[in-house]
Nanobody, 122 residues
Framework: QVQLVESGGGLVQAGGSLRLSCVAS????????MGWFRQPPGKEREFVAA????????YYADSVKGRFTIFRLNAKNTVYLQMNSLKPEDTAVYYC???????????????WGRGTQVTISS
């Protein structure tokens, strides 16, 4: 059972940056693909970014391409989401997820963190 804990959320002004972190409990973290998803207020959960376990491939939602970067440090059991040029529409609860296979679909991920709130003011 993989436990995931997100941190790094907060309130920032539009145009600012945040870095989210997600720490996994398992040493086998390095074998999992990782994803970031978000749920804006009153909306469905949506894909943000994903990375393969080798970090050889990354995937992004069109809405965040060029602004967000997903990367991982397997030695620290941690995956990060660097978010730049933030917009009010990025406001959401951000979740990290883990699975054996990388996917852009939330349904494919077996393990989830509890989320961290990101609020962007205009």
């Amino acid at each position: 059972q993989v436990q995931l804990v997100e941190s790094g959320g907060g309130l920032v002004q539009a145009g600012g940056s945040l870095r989210l972190s997600c720490v996994a409990s398992e040493r086998t973290f390095r074998t999992y693909a990782m994803g970031w998803f978000r749920q804006p207020p009153g909306k469905e959960r949506e894909f943000v970014a994903a990375i393969t376990w080798t970090a050889g491939n990354t995937y992004y939602a069109d809405s965040v391409k060029g602004r967000f970067t997903i990367f991982r440090l397997n030695a620290k059991n941690t995956v990060y989401l660097q978010m730049n040029s933030l917009k009010p529409e990025d406001t959401a609860v951000y979740y990290c997820a883990a699975d054996n296979t990388v996917s852009t679909s939330a349904d494919e991920y077996d393990y989830w963190g509890r989320g961290t709130q990101v609020t962007i003011s205009s």
